[in-house]
């Protein structure tokens, strides 16, 4: 078994991220041989991508799926929603070995998404896209945070029906944290709604 990198950072803007802070919306891309040459020389059957948004260059992932394919391994990793909207990216992602796609779901409201600018996730597609997903017989893993301004304690139950009614094989639930740097930070600053830096 083995855990690694084909790439690092998200290009996408989303207020409460710190990829957007680290990698300044920048996407680092190793070459794809030197990524399958490390992929092989892993001996177990079971490898972790850790990128943080493996469908970010959708071209980029492509090449890499068709270069890791004869090695005849199981991975998984985590994307953006936009995997599921790819029909050419599931199909060469489940040839070359996927098993499960961590999704940053992050919230059934779709004000929420609104609200961290995160508007590329849109709620209504949601069971759609683990449909198609779960059709090229990947499994679905959901990010989910709590805590956005416009949730109500309603919330929490109509989370958990979503998944439920979708098949989500699992879930992690976070808590809305504005780490420094980020524009969430920046905005519940200005607000005077940061009450400790602990």
């Not at 990698?23 to 490898?47: C, H, M, T, W």
């Not at 508007?119 to 945070?145: D, L, P």
């Not at 709590?146 to 009614?165: H, K, M, N, V, Y």
């Not at 992690?172 to 009450?195: D, K, S």
């Amino acid at each position: 078994n083995g855990v690694l990198f084909a790439s690092r950072g998200c290009p996408n803007q989303c207020d409460f991220c710190t990829l957007s802070v680290m990698y300044k919306n920048r996407l680092r891309k190793r070459p794809v041989d030197e990524v399958a040459a490390e992929y092989a020389s892993f001996q177990g059957k079971i490898i972790i991508f850790w990128d943080d948004n493996i469908a970010a260059d959708p071209a980029y992932a492509k090449a890499l799926f068709r270069a890791i394919t004869p090695y005849r391994k199981w991975w998984s990793s985590q994307a953006s929603v936009q995997a599921g909207q790819d029909d050419e990216f599931l199909e060469l992602a489940v040839r070359s070995g996927c098993k499960q796609l961590f999704l940053g779901l992050e919230s059934v409201s779709q004000a929420s998404m609104d609200e961290v600018h995160k508007r590329f996730n849109r709620v209504e597609e949601y069971a759609r896209i683990i449909r198609r997903i779960h059709a090229h017989g990947i499994a679905v893993q959901a990010g989910i945070v709590f805590g956005f301004d416009s949730d109500t304690p309603a919330i929490f139950r109509q989370t958990i029906d979503f998944l439920e009614q979708n098949g989500v094989q699992n879930a992690t639930f976070n808590i809305l944290t504005p780490f420094p740097g980020t524009r969430l930070f920046q905005r519940l600053e200005a607000e005077g709604r940061i009450l400790t830096t602990d």
